[in-house]
C-alpha cells in the first residue's frame, strides 16, 4: 500500500469509511432500479436489435457467403459463438448456458445431450430440404430417425504436415508412427501438435495399436495412455484450434487435427505466400469420423429462427459452400456437383471406399469408462 493510501485510512475512521461505501451501494442500487429493463439470457449480455439466431459451432466451421446469404434472406442477423472441443461445450452447458439456437455437436456427444434431456425434437415437416440430404448419414446409431439431429458436415481426424520439412527429414506420413513413435519423434521435436481432446488423442493412440478407437478395454486404454506419455516429451503443445495458424506460418511441421483445419491451413499458407504447402495424411492404421450436426437447445429462445437457419444450411447451395470454402465433407447429395474439382477429388475430404472401411466414429463412453478415462487424461496433462 502505498503513503497516499496510508494517509487516506489514516484521515478516515472505520465507521465513516464504511458509511460511505454503504451509501455509495444504496445509490447505484437506486440508479439500477430506474434503468430501462433489458433483454437478455442468462449468458449473453449483448443482444443485438432486430431478429437474429445463435449458433453455438466450431471455430472455421461456417462460410462467409453462407452467412451473407442468409442474413440477407431473412433480414436478420447470425451470431456464431465458438467451441473447440467438446469438452468445452458441455462444460459451458453444464455450467447453466443458456441462449443458443443451434448447436453443432458430433454424434457422440448429440446421444449425450439426448441422453441429458437437453434437446428439442425436430419437427421435420418445418425442413423442406431435408430430402437431399445422403442417407448416408441419416438414421444413424446416435439419433435413429434423426428425432434431434440434422446432419451439417463432417470432417477426418487426421495429420496435417509441412511437405517440404517432412519430405527433407525422410519421414512417413501415412501413419499414426508420426505422432506416437520416438525414432521419427526426434526429428520434429517441439514442431508438433496434437488435440487438446481426451477422446481424440486416445482415439489416434488406440488405431496406432491397432485397436478401435472405442475400445474400453482398461489394458488397451492404459497402453495407449503409455504410448502418448512416451511421445509427449516431443510434442510442442496440446492444441486444441491455434495449429491452423501454426501450421500454416511454419511454425509447426505437423499436427494432429480436423481435416477441414487442414484444409484451411493449407489456403492460408497459399495466401500468405510461404515457400512451403500444408499437406494431409491419412493414416494407414485408421481414423476418427466426425458427423456434426444441428441440433436445437431446449431453451432456445429463438425456435422459429433456428429451423429457417436449418433449413438454408442443408440446401445444396450452403452445403457445397461449405465443402469448397471450409474442406468440409458435403452431406448433400445434390451438392457435388456445386463442389470444385480440387475439392471433391480431395481424399481427405470425400475419402474413397478403401478409407472409408477404416474410419469409425467416436461413440460415448459409459459413465465407469469416462471416469476412468478422465483419470488417465489427468494423469497425462499432469505428468
Known amino acids: 500500500m502505498n503513503q497516499t493510501m496510508k494517509s487516506v485510512f489514516r484521515s478516515l475512521s472505520f465507521r465513516a469509511f464504511l458509511g460511505g461505501i454503504i451509501a455509495l451501494a444504496f445509490a447505484l442500487f437506486l440508479a439500477g432500479c430506474n434503468k430501462a429493463p433489458e433483454h437478455k439470457t442468462a449468458t449473453h449480455t449483448d443482444e443485438p436489435a432486430g431478429k437474429f439466431v445463435r449458433f ?66 425436430i419437427d421435420k415437416s418445418r425442413l423442406k430440404n431435408l430430402s437431399q440430404l445422403n442417407p448416408q448419414f441419416l438414421n444413424l446409431w446416435f439419433d435413429p430417425e434423426n428425432q434431434y439431429s440434422v446432419p451439417y458436415g463432417y470432417s477426418l481426424t487426421i495429420i496435417g504436415y509441412n511437405a517440404e520439412k ?130 436445437i437447445h431446449k431453451s432456445a429462445p429463438h425456435p422459429d429462427m433456428a429451423y429457417e437457419l436449418i433449413d438454408f444450411l442443408i440446401d ?18 445434390e451438392s457435388l456437383s456445386l463442389i470444385i474439382p480440387e475439392v471433391r477429388n480431395n481424399k481427405a475430404v470425400f475419402p474413397d471406399e478403401q478409407l472409408q472401411k477404416k474410419l469409425e466414429m467416436l461413440k460415448d463412453f459409459s459413465a465407469d469408462k469416462r471416469r476412468y478415462l478422465n483419470r488417465l487424461w489427468t494423469e497425462i496433462k499432469a505428468n
Not at 445444396?316 to 447429395?333: F, M, Q, R
Open 316 to 333: 445444396k447451395k450452403s452445403t457445397a459452400e461449405l465443402s469448397n470454402l471450409t474442406g468440409s465433407g458435403s452431406v448433400n447429395t
Open 56 to 121: 453455438y459451432n466450431w471455430n472455421n466451421y461456417m462460410a462467409r457467403e453462407t452467412v451473407a446469404r442468409f442474413e440477407k434472406s431473412c433480414d436478420c442477423r447470425l451470431i456464431e459463438d465458438y467451441f473447440s472441443d467438446h469438452e468445452e461445450m458441455l462444460a459451458k452447458l453444464a455450467a447453466g448456458a443458456t441462449g443458443y439456437d443451434i448447436m453443432v455437436p458430433t454424434g457422440n456427444v448429440v446421444e449425450t445431450l439426448i441422453k441429458q434431456k437437453t434437446l428439442q425434437k
Open 166 to 295: 517432412i519430405a527433407e527429414l525422410g519421414l512417413p506420413t501415412d501413419t499414426w508412427a508420426l505422432v506416437f513413435d520416438p525414432q521419427y519423434l526426434e526429428k520434429i521435436k517441439g514442431k508438433i501438435t496434437v488435440m487438446d481432446s481426451q477422446r481424440e488423442l486416445f482415439g489416434a493412440a488406440l488405431r496406432y495399436l491397432g485397436y478401435s478407437v472405442n475400445d474400453e478395454d482398461d489394458k488397451h486404454l492404459l497402453e495407449a495412455r503409455d504410448v502418448i506419455l512416451k511421445a509427449k516429451p516431443y510434442w510442442a503443445a496440446f492444441n486444441a484450434s491455434s495449429y491452423i495458424k501454426e501450421l500454416a506460418s511454419g511454425d509447426i511441421w505437423v499436427a494432429h487435427g480436423y481435416s477441414n483445419d487442414m484444409f484451411q491451413s493449407a489456403q492460408d499458407a497459399v495466401a500468405a505466400k510461404r515457400p512451403f504447402t500444408i499437406k494431409t495424411g491419412l493414416p494407414k492404421e485408421g481414423a476418427v469420423l466426425a458427423i456434426d450436426n444441428m441440433v
